[in-house]
């Protein structure tokens, strides 16, 4: 028998049943909303810890954006008890956002294993670097220092970023040191296979040896004028020591490679602090020459002062230069040393107490034995201390010489 509901009872059965739905509804979207969140805030983590792992921001752009396109869009706003968009909708984008936060997660670990693996790869081969360069006889213990420190470092490394700086720090060393190992047996390469074509290899690389250390010691004549040398000679000496005590060809090339390495420290040395002009004096031969840093430009013969009024002796500077000139001599008529007013065409003044480089139109001869005891002004009587020289010498060393100009007389 069918039970008969009363119109109130009817009512509050559907009343019931609509406050099931709405209810059941509201936990539904309470939970796919929070799931939303918890989504989204798991890959905002995530892109804060890739950022501070070391990641590049060109690596992460791309889930920022994603990110902040699914952060603008919004829920819709029908709360309907039978409509599910608000659900349907976090449940949507917080799928997005967990697929998202995986494929960050993915990029992640593929690139600290990328990095590890290439710093893995530049340490090997700096180690392989530091032994060939060993066996070719290079000084390589500051090397073996640098990789021990970077060995230790990996060691404690575990994110992209840690990898990726110690590759930025292994990396120059490694292209430095196989430049310097490349370079080491390109030349002792080339000194074995110049001296193959001798009869005697071995006694050819020596005389490489020989004529290299006396150029060399010829750069550090000149360098002593201006530098301590000392120094530099016994490193030379040393380096070409043991080079020549080497019996075996291989070893022979090595030493030459050590002396040619020591004769580009000197010349480097000799580069840095040579002066860019500038002009040398010597009394005992007779002659001048004047350079550009260590390079030679011009020579001459020269008169300097007789006994009795000797050029003096030093580094002095270039600082006045007269065109024409004439000489006036402080002494009185009747003096041994007094000369009538002497007119040149160039002088360049360089001891303030009257010492120049001058052309002097009333000698013929210059060189050695010039600067003899007799009358200055004569061609074997040495001056009253200036430097005498040929009027096309004078004329190129005024057209050359700058005010400032160095002038060392030895």
């Given amino acids: 028998m069918w039970m008969k509901w009363s119109p ?13 739905v709405w209810g059941h509804q509201v936990i539904a979207e309470h939970i796919a909303a929070s799931s939303y969140n918890g989504a989204r805030t798991q890959l905002g983590a995530d892109l804060r810890l890739a950022h501070r792992d070391g990641l590049f921001p060109s690596e992460l752009q791309r889930f920022s954006a994603r990110m902040v396109a699914i952060d603008s869009r919004v829920p819709p706003h029908d709360k309907t008890p039978w409509s599910g968009d608000a659900t349907g909708f976090y449940n949507r984008e917080g799928a997005r956002l967990s697929r998202l936060d995986q494929r960050l997660e993915h990029l992640i670990r593929n690139v600290t294993l990328a990095a590890s693996r290439h710093v ?17 006889g290079m000084q390589v213990q500051h090397e073996k220092a640098l990789l021990q420190t970077d060995r230790l470092n990996l060691s404690r490394s575990s994110t992209a970023g840690q990898y990726r700086a110690l590759a930025g720090t292994a990396a120059p060393q490694v292209q430095t040191l196989a430049g310097l190992v490349h370079a080491r047996q390109s030349d002792i390469g080339s000194i074995m296979s110049q001296a193959r074509h001798s009869s005697h290899p071995v006694e050819a690389v020596r005389a490489r040896i020989h004529a290299t250390v006396a150029s060399a010691t010829a750069q550090l004549n000149q360098l002593s004028l201006f530098a301590k040398t000392s120094q530099l000679r016994r490193w030379l000496a040393r380096t070409a020591a043991w080079a020549l005590g080497r019996t075996w060809l291989r070893y022979a090339a090595q030493g030459a490679a050590d002396v040619d390495a020591v004769v580009a420290a000197i010349h480097n040395r ?25 390079t030679m430009i011009g020579q001459s013969l020269a008169t300097t002062g007789n006994p009795s009024l000797p050029t003096v002796k030093g580094h002095f500077t270039i600082f006045a230069k007269f065109s024409p000139f004439t000489f006036v001599s402080e002494d009185p008529p009747g003096s041994p040393d007094w000369y009538p007013p002497s007119p040149v065409s160039y002088a360049m003044e360089f001891q303030n107490q009257g010492y120049f480089i001058h052309d002097a139109p009333w000698r013929s001869a210059f060189g050695p034995g010039t600067n003899g005891p007799g009358q200055p002004g004569t061609n074997y009587g040495g001056t009253h201390g200036c430097v005498n020289v040929p009027l096309n010498v004078a004329a190129e060393l005024f057209a050359w010489a700058p005010i400032g100009t160095p002038v060392v007389v030895v």
């Fill in 120 to 136: 893995h790869w530049l340490l090997w081969n700096y180690g392989q670097l530091v032994a060939q360069g060993q066996g070719l």
């Fill in 270 to 294: 000799v580069s840095h602090s040579m002066p860019a002009k500038w002009v040398l004096v010597s009394t005992e031969g007779e002659w001048i020459e004047w350079f550009q840093g260590p």
């Fill in 8 to 20: 109130v009872a009817l009512v509050g059965l559907a009343l019931i049943a609509f406050s099931s």
